[in-house]
């Protein structure tokens, strides 16, 4: 593997694996890597020639000062894991290469509706600063393809919109959600929970899962409100949503048909940390 600092030495290196033939492949992470991550790199691999990993923890997608500067950070361990694992290029950049002008930008990104619901409400100006950092990281790198987690189900909607907007020829690919054993989804801020905390912070799960079970005999908002209520019961301090949403605009679903496909959205602290879970369902599924 070989690590990069420089964006323009990235953009060249990357412009000439392209001109030979090779398809380039791209995780986006924030580093604290974990399984979760390691399984994007894994699915890169697959599909493509020349993987790509930018480790950068963007200051202008953080709403929260506290949560900025208490976002774990591994790095030496992070490398280690890369290079156990099908990593070609670590992207490192300090903040100049992301922002050489400074974080205070006049760009705004046309996002539409999806920027005010849920994670949007909740963290104002986090998509923005999620698509000002992936929008430099998509132009560095010009991937053929990006890999994208799951788990955070709204962010990936907004990354295509931002493809859509920017017109940037590459294809998303929505990888699922690495799970601990006990249900609990891989994070990076899980680092900051006890033991006890994400024993109960698996709740989210259980809780989603129910949910999915019950839906063809209650109706979605009673069964959002359950939610709500389970993750008060098992130890959640605060709950910002636990939503059942339509799971292509997420719009909120009064009244399921049983065929279009639903996600049920959630965030959550346990104790300090912030926790956002989703899970998708199809019918028959
Ligand atoms: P982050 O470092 O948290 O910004 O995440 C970088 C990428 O990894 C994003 O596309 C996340 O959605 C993805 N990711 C984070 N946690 C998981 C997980 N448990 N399973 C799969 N992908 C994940």
Avoid at 17 to 39: D, N, R
Avoid at 231 to 259: C, E, M, Q, R
Wanted: charged share 20%; with cysteine.
């Amino acid at each position: 593997m070989i690590l990069i600092k420089k964006a323009a030495t990235l953009h060249n290196l990357l412009k000439h694996h392209k001109e030979t033939g090779k398809i380039i492949g791209f995780v986006p992470t924030m580093g604290a890597l974990h399984q979760g991550h390691l399984s994007l790199i894994k699915k890169a691999k697959e599909e493509t020639d020349v993987v790509v990993c930018s480790i950068f923890v963007n200051p202008t997608q953080f709403n929260d000062l506290k949560d900025f500067t208490n976002y774990p950070s591994t790095l030496p361990e992070d490398i280690l894991k890369l290079e156990q694992d099908p990593c070609d290029i670590l992207f490192l950049p300090a903040i100049e290469e992301i922002y050489p002008v400074g974080t205070n930008t006049s760009k705004h990104y046309e996002l539409g509706k999806i920027e005010t619901l849920w994670e949007g409400h909740y963290r104002p100006g986090h998509f923005q600063g999620v698509c000002q950092v992936v929008d430099k990281l998509l132009q560095t790198t010009q991937p053929h393809k990006i890999f994208l987690g799951q788990k955070d189900f709204q962010q990936s909607i907004v990354i295509r919109k931002l493809i859509e907007l920017s017109g940037i020829p590459v294809e998303p690919v929505i990888c699922p959600t690495y799970r601990e054993e006990s249900g609990l989804a891989m994070s990076s801020r899980n680092m900051r929970l006890s033991i006890e905390q994400k024993e109960r912070a698996a709740s989210i799960f259980k809780m989603m899962q129910n949910v999915k079970n019950n839906l063809t005999t209650q109706n979605p908002e009673s069964l959002a409100e359950y939610g709500r209520q389970f993750l008060l019961d098992h130890g959640f301090k605060k709950v910002d949503y636990v939503s059942i949403v339509n799971a292509t605009n997420l719009s909120p679903v009064k009244h399921w048909n049983g065929t279009s496909p639903l996600a049920v959205l959630v965030a959550a602290f346990m104790g300090e940390i912030r926790l956002i879970d989703n899970l998708i369902i199809n019918a028959g599924t």
